[in-house]
């Protein structure tokens, strides 16, 4: 993606929440097409709904460049007969680059409309397909990736037009047969809200109590304040709350008030649920009829622990302010001392400006670290002790805006700069500066630590890591060489064992002739010397063919495709017929997977390992079983038999070419079969090995990636 696009693209996505927040929703989505124009240049943009029962779409918004078109909105699209039914399925988008080869129904109405090209685009709200956005051109045009990625970001906000779009639909459709009834519940229920919100959303404790003092009503702050839920004081007193502080005769006249009709005001010092106390600041007032006849009593309660603790607070702080005051200067004595003891022993130089920028303290290791005695520092400027020339005005400019405001370009941050030393020496310093106030004026305290020796080490870890770079950029040129020699072996391999194929064809054949044409004719010697011309033509070109093989792994190939399994064992089976009828051999599997592989190079992989436990078995009839189990993120396939076995020294020499166990005269081959195996598995991207012990037959496993 060019930056400039990238820029746009994310200038539109800037937009669009404001456009969806703004506009209605026929006209954000014209907005928002007008927006995307910019991106995708486009010359048809509609936006299709589809129905709840899946069964047909219509094109809710359409946007074109062009005045009139043969698929307006409004237009019901059948599913089955669309593009629409294919991003249903998959949840993917769907190309057509060219319109005129007619893929659906909706085709020939795009050409008559000029549209050539077009991609439908799945939207999704709540995890589920709601419509489709497809967008079309009137030139051919193959959609790039990175139009694909700029939509991932966008359709987030062109579903929720669509899905508005869906929800207005819905809320049109309802609207007439609510309408009625809406407006006679709100009026009764904006009344009942409003009185029920002002007592329920109290911040006081409210209490409704019958002409008795039995609690009919208590709102959430009151179960909030007292831990007492409505139901548990449904029916009781609220003396329920009682500590017990107040006496009869107090309660006694809060009652002949309340009974007088009069309202009474006072605090009470109660006690929740849980046992805990708090106090609470009352108002309680009877509520009469029209008649003026008493009905209720109503309590409202306001919370004051908090006050009341302050207050109690107060007067413990005031009892100890006095004997702080005396106290205070002897901690600020004990505090020098210790901030004197600690800058002392500090590694690091602490230094101290006053508001004139003269040094006001001066540590030991700042005299270690500048070689300046405290004598030779107190009282002298900074910058013509320790600073370099060329940092000199820029830190007087800062000091004098830290003089009138104590901020200032490095205040409260840690920098690296560089100091000077006595002698003149420049070296590199970090330093944290912080400011306090003295009285009303600002004064300076820097920490200002050595950082030479790390510098050296810092400037040595960049040379090992360019030096690691180098060798690993050595590295990748050593790999690229050796796979391009690999090739070319592997392409020497392939021609020299192809082009062996004719002049071993005429050896072998000559030797024959002379075979079937002097034999008996010549001495004992000479038939015996054919014989072994004979057989030794014969094992050269069963070599050259197994080399051969092993070569085309790697160079005559076909692509990954989705391979059925249980075929290719099938396929296999059907090549060892007469080795299987021959041994009595007995093979079983488990439920076999697809996989993504090369078919011909899977058959020929099943059916090596299968002619391998049926060629190398002991006296028992051969039993063979192909177990398969999917581990993290991979296929593995094991091939057990009850063959002779082979001695665990030996399981990483079998792999390698030409690599035998047995003489020819005993078990016949090449020795190749098992590192074709191997070859073939790996370029599969996976693994092959084997667990055997000698004469307890082996297991053949394998891995082949878990591909989508």
């Known amino acids: 993606m060019s930056p400039s696009l990238a820029t ?38 509609s936006l299709t709904l589809i129905s709840e029962d899946k069964n047909s779409a219509a094109i809710e918004f359409l946007y074109s460049t062009y005045s009139d078109s043969h698929l ?64 079309g051109s009137r030139q051919p045009f193959n959609f790039p990736e990175s139009q694909v990625c700029i939509w991932k970001e966008i359709a987030p906000f062109v579903s929720v037009v669509a899905e508005n779009a869906r929800l207005a639909w819905k809320l049109k459709e309802s609207a007439g047969i609510l309408a009625v009834e809406t407006a006679e519940r709100k009026r009764i229920e904006e009344s009942l809200c409003k009185l029920s919100l002002t007592v329920e959303q109290s911040p006081g404790a409210i209490i409704v109590t019958d002409t008795k003092g039995a609690i009919e009503y208590v709102n959430p702050k009151f179960t909030q304040v007292t831990g007492y839920s409505a139901a548990e004081v449904a029916g009781k007193n609220p003396r329920i709350l009682k500590l017990g502080e107040k006496s009869s ?44 006849v008493i009905t209720h009593f109503i309590g409202i309660q306001e919370d004051i622990t908090v006050r009341k603790h302050m207050e109690e607070e107060l007067k413990s702080l005031n009892e100890l302010l006095k004997q702080r005051a005396s106290d205070r200067a002897v901690q600020l004595m004990e505090s020098e001392e210790k901030f004197r003891k600690i800058s002392a022993s500090a590694n690091d130089a602490i230094i101290m400006l006053d508001d004139d920028e003269r040094i006001s303290y001066w540590n030991a290791a700042a005299e270690k670290i500048f070689s300046y005695s405290k004598e030779e520092a107190m009282g002298k400027s900074l910058h013509t002790l320790i600073i370099p020339v060329v940092f000199q005005s820029r830190h007087l400019e800062g000091f004098k805006e830290f003089q009138m405001t104590g901020q200032g370009p490095v205040i409260g941050k840690t920098v690296e700069l560089t100091a000077l030393r006595r002698d003149g020496g420049e070296f590199p310093i970090e330093l944290s500066l912080s400011g306090v106030q003295i009285k009303g004026k600002w004064n300076a305290i820097g920490i200002i630590r050595d950082i030479t020796e790390r510098k050296i080490l810092n400037a040595r870890l960049l040379a090992e890591i360019e030096g690691r770079k180098k060798v690993q950029e050595r590295l990748k040129h050593l790999v690229k060489e050796l796979e391009r020699s690999n090739a070319e072996l592997q392409q020497f391999a392939y021609v020299a ?36 011309a004979v057989d030794g033509a014969a094992r050269m070109q069963m070599l050259i063919n197994d080399l051969l093989e092993y070569s085309r792994v790697g160079t005559k190939v076909k692509a990954f495709e989705k391979v059925n399994c249980l075929s290719v064992f099938d396929h296999a089976v059907s090549n060892l017929r007469i080795a299987i009828e021959e041994s009595g051999a007995v093979i079983t599997h488990d439920e076999f997977p697809t996989v993504m592989a090369d078919t011909l190079q899977f058959t020929q992989l099943l059916q090596n390992l299968l002619g391998n436990a049926i060629k190398f078995r002991g006296k028992e009839t051969p039993r063979i079983h192909i177990s398969v189990a999917q581990k993290e993120g991979e296929w593995l396939f094991s091939i057990r038999d009850n063959g002779i076995g082979i001695d665990p020294q030996y399981v990483d020499r079998i792999f390698v070419i030409f690599q035998r166990l047995h003489s020819k005269e005993e078990y016949p081959g090449s020795g190749i079969g098992l590192a074709i195996c191997k070859k073939i598995v790996e370029r ?25």
């Open 249 to 292: 005769e107090e309660y006694k006249r809060l009652w002949e008030t309340l009974t007088a009709g009069k309202e009474w005001r006072g605090e009470f010092h109660n006690k929740k649920k849980d046992g805990k106390l708090y106090w609470a600041s009352a108002s309680l007032s009877p509520v009469k009829n029209a008649e003026g």
């Open 684 to 708: 599969h991207g996976g693994l092959i090995w084997v667990e055997s012990e000698l004469g307890k037959g082996a297991t053949f496993h394998f891995t082949i990636p878990v591909v989508n």
């Open 497 to 532: 064992s192809h082009d062996l194929q004719e002049p071993l064809r005429m050896v072998s054949s000559y030797t024959q002739l002379l075979g079937r044409r002097y034999k008996g004719k010549l001495d004992a010697d000479a038939d015996e010397f054919i014989t072994f």
């Open 72 to 135: 307006p909105a409004g237009s019901v699209l059948p599913l089955n007969s669309s593009d629409l039914g294919e991003v249903l399925s998959t949840a993917n988008p769907v190309f057509v680059h060219d319109t005129s080869k007619g893929r659906c129904d909706t085709d020939s109405l795009l050409l008559k409309d000029g549209i050539c090209s077009r991609v439908s685009m799945p939207l999704f709200y709540g995890g589920k397909i709601i419509g489709v956005c497809c967008m």
């Open 8 to 45: 746009d693209t994310k200038a539109v996505i800037d937009r669009l929440p404001h456009i969806i927040s703004t506009f209605p929703v026929p006209d954000a989505f014209h907005q928002i097409a007008e927006e995307l124009k910019s991106v995708f240049h486009f010359d048809r943009l």
